[in-house]
């Protein structure tokens, strides 16, 4: 079953250009998917009004993965909107933790798109060349991907290569950026994560049902 789960998320991400931000995979700079985790909504102590908001968010992306090719960006953008607005009425405290696990992920996973986030560059001092950096290698990952998933269009037997390929790309992105960090702004990078938060992939659940299950490195 999670075989058959991953694979239709794999097919999602390489049919959706912006799956991967939005639902926070690869450290993206949505963080819906993270928001809709129970762990990580008992992390940031979220009320009782903050989880229906995530939960209405929740109502606009569900039935993403059976919708034709053409619906799904709508509906991710309906989704995204939703998860800003829950996102801007958390306490200071609680998006400080948030970004510090989406940080955490973003390093496991090696997701250079958090770098494109103003308060990651800000946090770390980004000089202007460091920005003018990230930009041209994300604009760059933005356009390599597109042209694989282009390529891999109506054709179901390339997605799976394809996720692999654009995995690559992100890898190599992000070791471009961080390759030019200086020793202040790998403590900085290390101290924005904050205490280590250990991810349940089981956990996602978007009607509030959190289930619970392996962890990311299982």
Do not use: H
């Not at 770390?124 to 760059?140: E, R, V, Y």
């Not at 960090?181 to 990078?189: G, I, L, P």
């Amino acid at each position: 079953m999670r075989k058959l789960i991953l694979t239709g998320i794999m097919a999602c991400l390489v049919t959706v250009p912006v799956l991967a931000q939005g639902f926070g995979f690869f450290g993206g700079g949505g963080g819906g998917m993270l928001l809709a985790n129970p762990d990580v909504q008992k992390e940031l102590k979220l009320t009782d009004d903050q989880k229906k908001a995530l939960r209405e968010a929740g109502e606009k992306v569900r039935g993403i993965f059976k919708a034709d090719r053409e619906e799904r960006p709508k509906l991710l953008e309906a989704y995204n909107k939703e998860i800003a607005k829950v996102r801007d009425a958390l306490t200071s405290e609680q998006k400080s933790r948030l970004l510090g696990i989406e940080a955490q992920q973003a390093e496991k996973n090696k997701s250079p798109q958090i770098f494109s986030r103003a308060e990651v560059q800000k946090t770390l001092k980004f000089t202007d060349k460091q920005k003018d950096t990230a930009k041209t290698a994300l604009s760059n990952l933005e356009k390599d991907s597109k042209e694989l998933r282009d390529d891999a269009k109506g054709d179901r037997e390339k997605f799976r290569e394809v996720f692999q390929k654009i995995r690559k790309l992100n890898d190599e992105s992000y070791d471009k950026i961080t390759k030019t960090f200086s020793d202040d702004q790998k403590k900085a990078w290390k101290d924005l994560q904050g205490e280590k938060f250990e991810l349940k992939l089981g956990g996602f659940d978007f009607k509030g049902k959190g289930k619970k299950g392996k962890t990311d490195d299982q």
